[in-house]
């Protein structure tokens, strides 16, 4: 399994900003996919995820609101559109993939895109 994440830029305060993560395969089917982001300094926090079966989805508290998480199965690609960006979101994001249930802990999951940064300036 292959993830390869992009779409980060540099954006102000109140911007938006769409992240693209593409899979190879039809790697989506029976997978849990999330996306996580890391600043300098600070542990890799959860952000986003959505089921493998019925496309729930799953927000951090802090981006509850502003950003939408979805899956092209026909593209194998997993998008994180980001609204109302806030310099707090300034981080480097990356997408991942675990079998089965969704999780917020990182270390669960098995397949990691390399990441795109994302900084918001106020």
């Known amino acids: 399994v292959q993830l390869q994440a992009s779409g980060g830029g540099l954006v102000q305060a109140g911007g938006s900003l769409r992240l693209s993560c593409a899979a190879s395969?039809?790697?989506?089917?029976?997978?849990?996919v999330s996306w996580f982001r890391q600043s300098p300094g600070k542990e890799r926090e959860f952000v986003a995820s959505?089921?493998?079966?019925?496309?729930?989805?799953y927000y951090a508290d802090s981006v509850k609101g502003r950003f939408t998480i979805s899956r092209d199965f026909a593209k194998s690609t997993l998008y994180l559109q980001m609204n109302s960006l806030k310099p707090e979101d300034t981080a480097v994001y990356s997408c991942?993939?675990?079998?089965?249930?969704?999780?917020?802990?990182?270390?669960?999951?098995?397949?990691w895109g390399q990441g795109t940064q994302v900084t918001v300036s106020s």
């Open positions: 959505i089921s493998r079966n019925r496309g729930n989805t």
């Open positions: 395969g039809d790697t989506f089917y029976g997978n849990a």
């Open positions: 991942a993939l675990k079998p089965g249930s969704i999780s917020y802990d990182p270390s669960e999951y098995l397949y």
